[in-house]
C-alpha cells in the first residue's frame, strides 16, 4: 500500500453561477507540485493494471477527500493524455457543484431516478479533456439506488467513454455508501488527516472496503513549512518551482 502526503490547505469555492474553472497556474505551486506527484505514481499503476475507475474516500468527514478528488481528476486531465470524468458520489451531501461555482442540478441522483438522460448531466470544463458530472438533488436512500442495477451499467459504459473516472465518495465509517460500490471500482485512495482521524476508524474504514482495494493512503493536513526549510532540502527546485509560481 502506497502512502502519499500532501500538505494542509482549505477548501475554496469560485463564485456562484460561474463556470468551473480550472486555472492551473493559479493553483499554489508547492500544493501543485504535490499533486502532480501523486498523479505520477497513480498514473503508472493505471497504465500498468488498466485501472479505469479510481475512488476518493476517507474514513469520517473532513479529511479532504473532496479537493482531492478535484486536484487529481483536474491534473490527470492537465497532461492532455486522458480523458478524465469526476463524478459527485456523495448524494448524501454533494459538494463538488458547490465547490467549483457550478449549478447542483440535473446530476447523478436526477439520472439514477429516470428523470433526465446521461448525456445531460455530463458537464465540461474549461480545462480541456476534464469533464464533470454533479451530484444533483439530495436523496432519501442512495445505498440502495448505488446498489441497483441501472447505476452499475452506468459505470460500465462510463469504462467505455473515458480513460479515467474519477468518484468522489462519502465517508466509509458513517454511511454504507463507498462499501456498497466498493466490488464495482478498481481501486480506492484512502484520504488520512493528521490530527483529525481516529486510528480505529481509520482502520476500521480499511477492513470494511477490503486492503487488496486500496491503491494508496494520502496523508493529509501536514503543515507547509517555511521557503527555507524546502530550499535547504530541495535546492535550486523548490527555488525554480516557487519563481515560475509566483510569476504567473
Not at 433526465?116 to 438533488?137: A, V
Not at 468518484?167 to 460500490?181: F, K, N, S, Y
Not at 517555511?226 to 515560475?244: L, P, W
Request: aromatic fraction near 8%; hydrophobic fraction near 40%; charged fraction near 25%.
Amino acid at each position: 500500500m502506497k502512502i502519499f502526503t500532501l500538505a494542509s490547505k482549505k477548501e475554496e469555492s469560485v463564485g456562484k453561477g460561474q463556470a468551473p474553472v480550472f486555472d492551473m497556474q493559479k493553483i499554489d505551486p508547492f500544493y501543485n507540485e504535490l499533486f502532480k506527484g501523486l498523479r505520477a505514481k497513480i498514473e503508472y499503476k493505471i497504465d500498468m493494471v488498466e485501472l479505469r475507475v479510481l475512488a476518493v474516500t476517507s474514513a469520517v468527514a473532513g479529511e479532504g477527500k473532496t479537493l482531492t478528488a478535484i486536484n487529481l481528476a483536474a491534473n490527470m486531465a492537465a497532461t492532455g493524455r486522458k480523458r478524465v470524468l469526476l463524478v459527485d458520489l456523495d448524494l448524501r451531501k454533494a459538494s463538488i457543484a458547490r465547490m467549483l461555482g457550478m449549478p447542483k442540478g440535473p446530476g447523478l441522483s436526477e439520472y439514477l431516478w429516470g428523470s433526465i438522460p446521461k448525456e445531460e448531466i455530463i458537464r465540461n470544463s474549461t480545462l480541456p479533456g476534464l469533464f464533470i458530472i454533479p451530484g444533483g438533488m439530495t436523496i432519501s436512500s442512495p445505498a440502495d439506488t448505488l446498489a441497483g442495477d441501472k447505476f452499475r451499467s452506468f459505470l460500465k459504459d462510463l469504462r467505455t467513454q473515458f480513460d479515467l473516472v474519477v468518484l468522489d465518495t462519502p465517508p466509509v465509517i458513517p454511511v454504507p455508501d463507498a462499501v456498497t460500490i466498493a466490488e464495482q471500482v478498481d481501486a480506492f485512495i484512502m484520504l488520512f488527516r493528521l490530527q483529525h482521524t481516529p486510528h480505529h476508524l481509520f482502520r476500521q474504514a480499511l477492513e470494511e472496503l477490503g486492503e487488496r482495494k486500496i491503491m494508496g493512503v494520502v496523508l493529509n493536513g501536514e503543515e507547509k513549512k517555511s521557503d527555507k526549510y524546502y530550499s535547504r532540502y530541495y535546492g535550486k527546485y523548490y527555488k525554480s518551482t516557487h519563481a515560475e509560481g509566483s510569476a504567473r
